[in-house]
């Protein structure tokens, strides 16, 4: 089980620091912080590419009152590939800017085709076994290829105890496979944007500008008509039920049946707010199932919708 290291669990919220240092500066990125603290969330996640490592040294500077009551994570090798010398060059910076002896949670930050497992989860071994890291995880990764890296994981004496797959109410392949698997593995998840980069917040339907109109790859993304049709029908529901409708699609997200521990994220308090409210959120299973019925279910892995 991954608790911090004094004890205290992991929130059912995990706090992104991808804006740290970059569209939020320096106060706007602590106000968050001690927002997310006051809130009650104990899992912080960051990368060695964000911001060009300013994501990891401001929140460095933040925990280091309460470090002890938190789990902190980073990830690697998302350029240059997961070679041993990548991933264990890239650490001592990681720990640099996080002035942390031992970091709680190190990620994979996505799956790399041209370096053998073998080799990459030496390096993480290594890691583990000298006591600085405590966990592995990996992001961006298929079900098969976390099961894949499960084995050769277990060549070390290691394993992977958490994954970070993409999930929303706009993006839901994680759970015809991953999520299944994690939790027969017994593999926590965090998953990442569960407000599909911005769309399930609401401002696109009037009209509004973002990632989703100015980054290409935001827009290949969530630019799909049925998406945006769903991001329209839960505004409405939202305004129904006199909330956000960034606070349904985070609480719908958490609500989840293989209990998941979304990663949210801002560029300021008050846009964060509303994605902290969904901890507070009552969320019916008639209002799970109303909100799960706006977005296309994908088919199970074996593709007999007849049977599901």
Request: glycine share 8%; aromatic share 8%; hydrophobic share 40%.
């Amino acid at each position: 089980m991954i608790s911090a290291p004094d004890g205290t669990p992991l929130s059912p919220l995990t706090f992104g620091t991808m804006q740290f240092g970059g569209n939020a500066d320096t106060h706007a990125s602590q106000a968050m912080f001690d927002a997310a603290r006051a809130a009650g969330i104990t899992h912080f996640d960051t990368a060695f590419v964000y911001t060009g490592g300013q994501s990891e040294t401001l929140l460095g500077q933040m925990i280091k009152d309460d470090r002890d009551g938190l789990v902190i994570a980073t990830k690697a090798a998302y350029e240059g590939g997961s070679s041993r010398a990548n991933i264990l060059s890239g650490f001592v910076i990681s720990q640099q800017r996080l002035d942390l002896d031992c970091v709680d949670i190190l990620y994979l930050h996505r799956f790399d085709d041209d370096t053998p497992l073998q080799e990459t989860f030496d390096a993480l071994a290594t890691l583990k076994h000298e006591g600085r890291i405590k966990h592995i995880g990996v992001s961006n990764f298929a079900a098969w290829q976390v099961v894949k890296a499960q084995g050769v994981a277990a060549q070390f004496d290691v394993r992977i105890d958490i994954v970070q797959p993409m999930h929303s109410l706009v993006k839901r392949q994680a759970e015809v496979e991953i999520f299944p698997m994690c939790v027969d593995l017994g593999i926590e998840i965090a998953p990442y944007s569960p407000l599909g980069g911005g769309l399930l917040t609401g401002k696109y339907v009037d009209g509004g500008t973002g990632r989703l109109t100015q980054d290409a790859r935001y827009t290949a993304r969530y630019d799909v008509d049925w998406m945006r049709t769903a991001a329209r029908q839960l505004t409405v529901l939202a305004g129904d039920l006199g909330t956000s409708p960034a606070t349904l699609a985070v609480a719908w997200a958490i609500a989840h049946p293989a209990r998941p521990r979304p990663i949210i994220s801002a560029r300021n308090a008050d846009q964060l707010a509303p994605s902290l409210a969904a901890l507070s959120f009552d969320m019916t299973r008639d209002l799970y199932d109303r909100i799960t019925a706006l977005s296309v279910t994908p088919p199970p892995a074996t593709d007999r919708i007849e049977e599901t």
